[in-house]
């Protein structure tokens, strides 16, 4: 891979990182607060969903600090080797950790009796988001598994080659 894509790909990686932290620090709590002011009865679900929000913003950019790794060994060439799988691994378990929490939201909001200002249209919108994430994180869990077990073919097979030259 050209080490101009390889850099771009890692500016575009720091850039997500850094608009994650923004998120986490600013957007998130700002939001709930203000939703807060707007209707006071969700004020009990406020600090909940927050820290739901700022840990599937936190598993992203573990995912991302994970692919930054992966970067590093293909400009490297040392892709095929065994530490690869850990760092792919590392992007399996944080895009499962997200999806389960996605799915403890979209349960909560499916189950609870949570008040609405209006029509409940709000509460509507948001459960088909969350099942809507929680579709998107299986699918990327599961490709990245496929992935998985395409990488190790592939380690397996330039063993076996470098065994044999």
């Known amino acids: 891979m050209h080490r101009l894509f390889i850099a771009a790909l890692r500016a575009g990686i720091a850039f997500a990182i850094a608009v994650g932290l ?8 700002t939001t709930a607060a203000d939703e807060v002011d707007r209707f006071p009865p969700y004020a009990p ?7 739901v929000a700022i ?15 992966l970067l590093t060994m293909v400009r490297r060439d040392a892709i095929f080797t065994p530490l690869a799988f850990r760092w792919v691994d590392t992007v399996i378990g944080s895009s499962l950790v997200a999806t389960l929490l996605v799915t403890g939201v979209a349960g909560h ?5 949570i008040p609405s200002p209006d029509d409940g249209m709000e509460l509507i919108g948001a459960l088909g988001a969350a099942i ?10 599961m490709l990245t598994v496929i992935m998985r077990s395409l990488l190790r073919k592939a380690t397996d097979l330039q063993t076996e080659i470098a065994a044999v030259v």
């Open 45 to 51: 679900f406020a600090t909940p969903y927050v820290t």
């Open 55 to 69: 840990i599937g913003v936190a598993c992203v950019q573990v995912a991302l600090v994970a692919v930054w790794m």
């Open 109 to 113: 909001l499916a189950l609870a009796d």
């Open 132 to 141: 809507a994430t929680v579709g998107v994180g299986v699918a990327f869990a």
């Open 22 to 29: 923004f998120g986490q620090i600013v957007v998130i709590p």
